[in-house]
Structure formats: C-alpha cells, structure tokens
C-alpha cells in the first residue's frame, strides 16, 4: 500500500469526513468519481499546498509521489462556498495561494493552515465569516422530503449546491450501493436486481463510469488471496 491514512467523522454538519494520511512511496491508481468537494491541503518537500477539488463526475487516473503529508476535507453534500461557484471548479483542482508558510488566501482573506485535530474551528470560522453555507434543500431532495418550492426553483438550488443534477447523484449512490454489494460477496447478477439496473451491461457501464473498475475485477479482488 503505497498511501497510509485514518479517517475520521465529524459532528459538524458541514463535513462528512476528515482524513489525514502520507504517501510511503510513488504511485498511480484509478480514483472513483466523487459527488463531494474537498480541500486538501498538501505538505511536501516543506511546502504547503491548499487546493479546493470540486466534484468529479467520472472516474480518472490519479498519481502521487512520495513524502507527501495530506489532509483531506470531504464536504457534506448542499455544503458549498457561495464565492466559488462550481462552474468553476467541477471537475477542477484549484490550488489556493499561499500568504506565508503557515497561512493562505482565500476570498481576500488570510487563513491558518488547519490541522487533522482543528478541522472542525476551521470549519467553524468558515461558516462564521459567511465563506461556507449549507443549503437544506438538498438534503430534503435527497430524502424525499416535500418542499414548498417550484420544481425549477429546487433544480436550481439543488445544482448551485452541489454542481451537480439529482440525477446525477442517484445514478452515483445506486453505482456505490452496487459496490458495497458485490465487496459483500453478492453475485454479479443478484447484484443488477438489487441495485435497480437493467441488466449486468448497465451495471458494467455504470462501475466503470463512476467507480473506475468492473464487476468482474471486483469479484476477482474478492479472490484474491490475503
């Protein structure tokens, strides 16, 4: 294993998770789509780097070089930052420039470098400075819930927070859900049933699409040995 990491929740509902990690050695390997956006902030060769990852709508090479220190902050759906707009950033690695060795800019505003354990301040400050809101209309979207809105009033609220379409982000959680099962051991077929697809070619198009891999090299993982 080439990148080390630990991964840990948050109670704040603007994050889904923290992750902290280093890479022991070079490396490339196929990287998911993600629905969420992130910022890592990178420490290598004694630098510091900030850079804001917005959503990927597909699944795509990635490759990293030893001694690298990394923090990652995956964002909570509806989450977004309203002077940044996903037009500019879907698909997109941003690297924010830096103020000194310990501080960045973002918006006209210098900040602190957070730390694995201060996430959450740094959220908090985020939030507190009107840099970072949450929409609820996502979440009540993506839990059926009824809203007193216009069907285009929530399409457009629902893509400026999160960049994507809510069909989009079905089509990606149906795609994990079919993940989980066949990591489970659930065969390929009982798999296409009980992820809604039509039949295993629209399961092989959609793993590929959004996972990067097939479900025939997920079973084979499965048999793979230790």
Not at 41 to 50: D, I, M, S, T
Not at 112 to 128: A, S
Request: charged share 20%.
């Amino acid at each position: 294993m080439t990148i080390i990491f630990e991964e840990r929740p948050s109670d704040s509902p603007y994050i889904q998770t923290i992750t902290q990690g280093y890479t022991a050695s070079d490396g490339t390997t196929i990287r998911p789509a993600e629905c969420n956006w992130h910022m890592v902030f990178v420490r290598e060769n004694g630098c510091l780097h900030p850079i804001v990852v917005g959503p990927l709508t597909t699944s795509g090479p990635v490759s990293w070089k030893e001694g690298a220190e990394i923090l990652w902050i995956r964002f909570s759906l509806g989450t977004f930052m309203p002077h940044l707009p996903f037009k500019h950033s879907l698909n997109i690695e941003t690297t924010l420039p830096k103020a000194s060795s310990k501080t960045f800019w973002l918006n006209g505003s210098s900040w602190e470098f957070p730390g694995f354990e201060n996430v959450e301040t740094f959220v908090e400050r985020l939030v507190r400075d009107e840099m970072l809101v949450c929409d609820p209309v996502v979440s009540n979207v993506l839990e059926n819930r009824p809203l007193d809105l216009s069907p285009r009033t929530i399409r457009h609220r629902f893509q400026q927070a999160t960049g994507l379409s809510q069909k989009y982000i079905d089509q990606y959680q149906r795609a994990q859900k079919a993940l989980a099962l066949l990591n489970r051991g659930v065969p390929i077929l009982d798999t296409v049933h009980q992820a809604g697809y039509y039949d295993q070619p629209h399961l092989t198009r959609s793993l590929r699409k959004y996972i990067g891999t097939t479900p025939g090299e997920e079973v084979n993982k499965m048999c793979e040995p230790g």
